[in-house]
């Protein structure tokens, strides 16, 4: 028969379920460590928790299962950074060069990497995370993250250059034959006959494909900027700054790459 011993982790905004945690952090299923709980073997910051249910912080609460502690799980952290030009998105660069990492001091000391790239001579809003899975889907083409990008070129861009832009050109790939763009929408935001400023907005990220596809057209890319990914804008930074981002862009960031509502997992520390 299950104790009743009062607790003070029945709030289910706390965090998931401790039966879930236990299981992530390997002690069986969670039906067996719902088991470990009701007999008693279970304790939550030194408060012994043996009914269910229970929610609890992973990275807060200190957790023990017969008296061993489970390991502090890694927090997850994404970070935006206003990249300045000039600065690579690599975390490792033989030329010695500017990294977007270098950039970035959290107090967390997290290994964080960048969501795709912004070449080098690109600015404007890159993402950075240690959370693998809501990297993968931002950067993944099936979950159609746009992209909207700020861009100067040099000549006067003609409607019927932007009309096919729009729908898609031709651009060949190394060792592959050329592979038409997804569509993409294009907004002139200054026109003249030295130079036309664009709002472009794309659903995928091929390599330097907005240069690429510009200069397809007769267009060389002068100045190009990244302003936003999915719902999320850049704002709030100067040049070369970062943040983390709040709650609700990272709430809704994630429903943008299909994650919905989810929690993000947490990592053991290695």
């Given amino acids: ?6 607790h003070p982790y029945a709030r289910d905004d706390r965090g998931p379920r401790l039966q879930k945690v236990l299981a992530e952090a390997g002690y069986g299923s969670r039906r067996s460590c719902e088991e470990l709980i009701e007999n008693g073997l279970v304790r939550v910051n030194g408060d012994l928790v043996d009914r269910l249910p229970a929610w609890v912080d992973p990275h807060e609460d200190r957790i023990t299962v017969d008296g061993k502690p489970l390991k502090r799980p890694e927090r997850m952290v994404t970070v935006m950074l206003f990249k300045p030009r000039g600065t690579v998105c690599t975390n490792s660069d033989p030329e010695g060069r500017v990294r977007a990492i270098d950039l970035v001091k959290h107090p967390a ?3 964080l990497f960048p969501v795709g790239r912004l070449d080098l001579d690109s600015s404007g809003l890159l993402l950075l995370t240690n959370d693998g899975e809501l990297a993968n889907r931002l950067t993944h083409p099936r979950y159609e993250v746009h992209k909207g990008y700020e861009v100067t070129v040099g000549g006067e861009v003609a409607d019927e250059e932007i009309a096919a832009l729009e729908r898609g050109i031709f651009l060949n790939e190394k ?4 592979r038409k763009t997804s569509r993409s929408r294009l907004e002139v935001l200054k026109r003249t006959r030295e130079k036309t400023m664009l709002l472009i907005e794309l659903r995928e990220g091929r390599n330097r494909q907005v240069r690429r596809m510009l200069l397809k057209v007769g267009h060389p890319v002068k100045k190009l900027r990244r302003i936003r990914m999915g719902p999320l804008q850049l704002k709030g930074l100067a040049v070369g700054e970062w943040r983390d981002l709040t709650p609700g862009e990272l709430r809704a960031l994630r429903k943008a790459a299909g994650l919905g ?4 997992a947490r990592r053991e520390r290695r």
């Avoid at 028969?1 to 009062?6: G, L």
């Fill in 1 to 6: 028969m299950p104790r009743t011993t009062p």
């Fill in 109 to 111: 000391k997290p290994r």
């Fill in 175 to 178: 060792d592959e034959p050329g």
């Fill in 261 to 264: 509502n989810e929690k993000p």
